[in-house]
């Protein structure tokens, strides 16, 4: 790679630049610091700002936590209320079939035998 060619009025300004940056180096120092010092303020209120936005975002998390296990109770107690109406609908049926059958041993003679026909259509598809 070649070194770059200044032109003269180039040259003058860079010593001149060089010169006062040697000159003043002390200013140099200073502005580094206070733009250290505003780096480290602006980063702190950045933290603060991100510290406020979780603390909220927890709370809400938490809050929808809260609803979410309100309403795994409500189905759980749903659950149990169909569980509770289908054993009183068993037992409910099982007393009907219990009082509507005919007692064991006694058959009623007044009533004839339904005849069973065994010669039914066929049908054709």
Do not use: C
């Amino acid at each position: 790679m070649q070194p770059a060619h200044y032109t003269p009025h180039t040259r003058r300004f860079l010593g001149a630049l060089t010169a006062w940056l040697r000159n003043y180096e002390f200013v140099a120092i200073w502005l580094e610091g206070i733009a250290l010092v505003a780096i480290f303020v602006l980063d702190w209120r950045e933290r603060r700002d991100q510290r406020k936005e979780r603390r909220e975002q927890h709370r809400e998390t938490a809050a929808q936590f809260d609803v979410s296990q309100r309403q795994v109770e409500a189905a759980k107690k749903s659950a149990d209320a169909a569980t509770e109406a289908a054993r009183a609908a068993k037992i409910s049926a099982e007393a009907s079939a219990t009082f509507n059958r005919p007692f064991i041993g006694l058959v009623s003679l007044d009533r004839p035998r339904p005849k069973i026909s065994r010669n039914l259509p066929r049908l054709r598809l």
